[in-house]
């Protein structure tokens, strides 16, 4: 009877008297509780990617009575985020007007990326040094003896790119990052690139000229390597991770305040304690944006809001103090998905509303 219970009420068909004593029977063991996240997440692998693949998908309204609102928070305990589908989404018109990515050379010309073909790209000289493409530039491998040309690359919110630099490093911006590097590296020193916002580095191994990425206060050094680095001017702290090879990450100002990165390690630093700490992670989940993927573990809703904002190019206005409060854990289809499939998949955990106004979408409590 109970597991009859629980499919009524994963389909949202349960009663009333049906789901309070559904909670009840949770609340009573560990093992119960046990059993429902278990029998919860078999739904959701099962089902959900049927229901959300499907061309026409109705919105989910849970609108818990004010009596069973406190057996909600058992909902939120597990949730797997897969299949999200050909919804038809309401930012797909604005998300077209959305700002280009654009390439401001060393001498001020601005270059954008919002032709389809692909086109060559020269320097003041008028020498041939990167091809561009829609979503990706590659240069081509030169050193120079002269003095250092920097272009700053700029890549808006709902947006990611490829770089190739002339050394051979390979660069993944996320949305709402900017990269300022040369055009080419010399032929004396280190090679030094500088981000704002996130990108994972392939480097190419050079022992004799480092590279060094600065982020905000702090640098990261690498040989050859590949290592996710994520620096948001709106966060009060920079996150290096390490999926292969060794780095340190050091305070600008402090270079002693050092610490040595192993692969599936992870450096924080925090600006206002002018610490770095140290920890081990899955360095799959800070990489997935890469492969065209969100993924989150554990993650407060308030972090997942942030980076909604940044992969799709909107706002979110959270006033549900309930939500606020919730983790999640899950894995998102970026070009599979729309924020509305990600809300009504969030809904089933933590009931809310929401409304749409342009871009800007506010999250309220359920009526």
Excluded: C
Aim: no cysteine; net charge neutral; charged share 25%.
């Amino acid at each position: 009877m109970t597991s009859e219970i629980i499919q009524k009420y994963l389909s949202n068909e349960a009663s009333e008297q049906e789901v309070q004593a559904l909670f009840e029977w949770i609340a009573a063991s560990a093992e119960n509780k046990k059993q429902f996240i278990t029998a919860k997440k078999a739904w959701v692998l099962s089902g959900l990617s049927n229901d959300i693949l499907s061309d026409s998908v109705p919105l989910i309204q849970m609108k818990p009575k004010n009596k069973l609102r406190k057996y909600f928070s058992y909902a939120a305990v597990f949730l797997v985020l897969i299949g999200l589908g050909k919804t038809i989404s309401l930012f797909t018109d604005s998300s077209k007007a959305s700002k280009e990515i654009v390439l401001e050379l060393g001498d001020g010309r601005l270059e954008y990326f919002s032709v389809k073909n692909q086109t060559t790209l020269v320097n003041d000289k008028g020498n041939l040094v990167a091809k561009k493409f829609p979503d990706e530039i590659i240069y081509f491998g030169k050193t120079s003896s002269d003095k250092i040309i920097y272009n700053t690359l700029k890549i808006p919110y709902g947006k990611r790119f490829k770089l190739t630099l002339s050394d051979g490093t390979v660069i993944n911006l996320n949305a709402g990052s900017t990269l300022r590097y040369p055009e080419q590296f010399s032929n004396n020193g280190n090679r030094n690139v500088y981000l704002t916002g996130e990108a994972f580095f392939e480097v190419a191994k050079d022992k004799e000229h480092p590279f060094i990425v600065n982020a905000n206060e702090v640098d990261i050094k690498v040989l050859g390597t590949k290592f996710n680095v994520s620096a948001y001017p709106e966060n009060p702290s920079v996150n290096s991770t390490l999926a292969e090879g060794s780095i340190q990450m050091y305070e600008t100002a402090n270079p002693s305040n050092v610490v040595l990165l192993e692969p599936n390690q992870m450096a924080t630093w925090q600006h206002n304690a002018k610490k770095i700490s140290l920890k081990n992670v899955d360095t799959s989940l800070y990489s997935a944006w890469t492969k065209g993927e969100l993924a989150f573990k554990d993650t407060p809703f308030s972090t997942i809001a942030k980076i909604i904002q940044r992969t799709y190019d909107v706002e979110i206005i959270n006033e549900n103090s309930d939500l606020a409060r919730q983790n999640f854990t899950g894995t998102i289809k970026i070009s599979e998905s729309s924020v509305e499939n990600i809300l009504d998949l969030l809904k089933r955990d933590t009931p809310f509303n929401y409304s749409v106004n342009q871009k800007t979408i506010t999250i309220t409590n359920p009526r």
